[in-house]
């Protein structure tokens, strides 16, 4: 075997128009793809393009005597949490709220607090670097 003969292929090549078939149709289909992987995660994403569960309206008997129950029963008492760092303030919560969700609207409204006050003091602190220089 020569070494001119090693190196033919066994298979033949493409031809230019096999190839630019070949690649047409390879560029259609990942498109295509594409396109379809774009639809589902829009499909996905926009709760309107799905179908909405049925909903029901309720008769209006059914609201008034929910009403009227609502306004007969007597209310409950409110959910108190002391302020863990002052006792002598203490949080009112709706009743009905959980001893966590009450806990950790608390927190929140401790934790804004705290931001304003350090906010305040910055601010008082740049003036005062301010003036003396």
């Known amino acids: 075997m020569t070494k001119a003969a090693s190196l033919t292929p066994t298979q033949p090549m493409l031809t230019a128009d096999a190839y630019a078939l070949a690649?047409?149709?390879a560029l259609w289909l990942s498109g295509l793809v594409a396109a379809?992987?774009?639809a589902a995660a829009l499909?996905?994403?926009i709760p309107s393009l799905r179908s909405a569960p049925a909903t029901t309206i309720p008769a209006p008997h059914d609201t008034a005597q929910r009403w009227s129950k609502a306004i007969d029963e007597p209310e409950g008492e409110p959910v108190r949490i002391a302020n863990p760092f002052d006792k002598s303030e203490v949080f009112e919560f709706p009743e009905g709220t959980s001893e966590a969700?009450?806990?950790a609207a608390m927190t929140?409204?401790?934790?804004e607090r705290a931001r304003e006050r350090y906010a305040q003091l910055d601010s008082q602190l740049?003036?005062?670097r301010g003036?003396?220089?």
């Open 126 to 128: 740049h003036k005062r």
């Open 43 to 45: 499909y996905i994403q």
């Open 101 to 103: 969700e009450a806990r």
């Open 108 to 111: 929140e409204m401790l934790m």
């Open 131 to 133: 003036a003396g220089s």
């Open 36 to 38: 379809a992987t774009m």
């Open 23 to 25: 690649a047409r149709i």
